[in-house]
């Protein structure tokens, strides 16, 4: 076999993981609770639950834009064929588009639901439509010899398919995530790793070059996550706190505490901050809202040594996340993309930190 060959293999094989990816995303849409063992357990691809209902899920993927009536005479009995220890409603997801006849007779002969590309595009919310609607355009033009496109075009189109549905809706899987890591110290690992995944998510845009766990010009103070601000990215707000803060360096400190953060946290890791190093902008990332002595402490620092340290906590990175999920179904630039930006939360905090510190 070849090059060619082999990375045509490569090409075809990926198809359909993406198709499977794609009906799993679209049944947690549907708002089933999906089983991830499913093959293993019961021999189906696929088993969702929601409120009582049960349904056993087959996906079958075809490079052809239509399925026709000698697949489905495969597909479907296969599908009434496997085992089933409890009951629960059969549906085959196929790639391609299916005749109404067809959907008729697998119900009739089989009682089992078939649910072609128009089925599952009705069924899609309005945000997941784009997604599957790009992925059938790829298969379309690569069933088609007269509009093959070229390696390089088949790879980026790919990768587009790919980073929607790995992003589709990621920060409320990263919000989730936050519920299910325990403050104290054993999980603390856990949670500055998390919060690196979701400070990138946020703000990659913008916010490029982390570093993490690296060591402050002491050689012995160690800074969570650290970035510096893109000069490329455009973004007034991050514009305006370098400005304004005289920083070119920003820091996100982890404080993963079972309780509300004190202001003695706060005066510790301002000791990490330096007009000098022009790193004087601090997000301190913690479980709960602060102590009331914490805020204080940190606007005394920002008085007294020009040191900005804004304490966030974890409903505050869920709205942000929130916020950044819709972002991404916009086109960058657009008035959605803009009104969308979870630097905005970020500016409205300064904003309050700042018109309530005493004089």
Not at 100 to 125: F, S
Not at 215 to 231: A, C, E
């Amino acid at each position: 076999m070849d090059d060619l060959d082999t990375e045509m293999g490569e090409w075809m094989t990926t198809l359909p993981q993406i198709f499977e990816a794609l009906c799993e995303l679209l049944l947690e849409e549907m708002g089933y609770d999906v089983s991830m063992n499913a093959r293993r357990e019961v021999g189906f691809d696929k088993i969702g639950t929601k409120d009582g209902e049960r349904l056993a899920v087959e996906v079958r993927w075809t490079h052809r834009p239509m399925v026709y009536k000698r697949l489905l005479s495969d597909w479907v009995p296969t599908t009434k064929a496997l085992h089933l220890a409890e009951a629960a409603t059969r549906v085959l997801m196929v790639s391609g588009t299916v005749e109404k006849q067809d959907i008729k007779w697998a119900v009739d002969n089989y009682d089992v639901k078939l649910w072609g590309r128009n089925e599952l595009l009705k069924k899609a919310p309005e945000d997941l439509k784009p997604v599957l609607k790009l992925y059938f355009k790829v298969v379309d033009e690569e069933s088609n010899p007269l509009r093959k496109a070229s390696a390089e075009d088949r790879v980026a189109v790919t990768e587009t398919v790919r980073t929607r549905i790995k992003e589709y809706k990621y920060g409320e899987k990263l919000g989730g995530q936050l519920r299910q890591v325990l403050g104290g110290k054993e999980d603390a690992k856990n949670y500055e790793q998390l919060c690196l995944e979701i400070t990138n998510y946020l703000f990659r845009d913008i916010l490029v070059d982390p570093q993490y766990q690296s060591y402050s010009d002491d050689g012995l103070s160690v800074l969570d996550i650290v970035y510096r601000i893109s000069p490329n990215s455009g973004n007034e707000i991050w514009k305006t706190i370098a400005r304004d803060f005289r920083s070119r360096v920003i820091v996100f400190e982890c404080k993963n505490f079972s309780g509300s953060m004190g202001p003695l946290q706060v005066y510790t890791t301002e000791r990490y901050l330096s007009p000098r190093a022009l790193r004087t902008v601090c997000f301190m990332l913690t479980r709960l809202p602060p102590e009331p002595n914490a805020i204080l402490a940190a606007q005394a620092a920002m008085r007294e040594s020009g040191k900005l340290l804004v304490i966030l906590h974890d409903e505050d990175l869920r709205q942000m996340l929130t916020t950044r999920d819709r972002q991404l179904k916009a086109d960058p630039g657009s008035p959605a993309w803009i009104g969308n930006d979870p630097s905005e939360f970020l500016d409205r905090k300064i904003y309050e930190f700042l018109a309530t510190m005493p004089r």
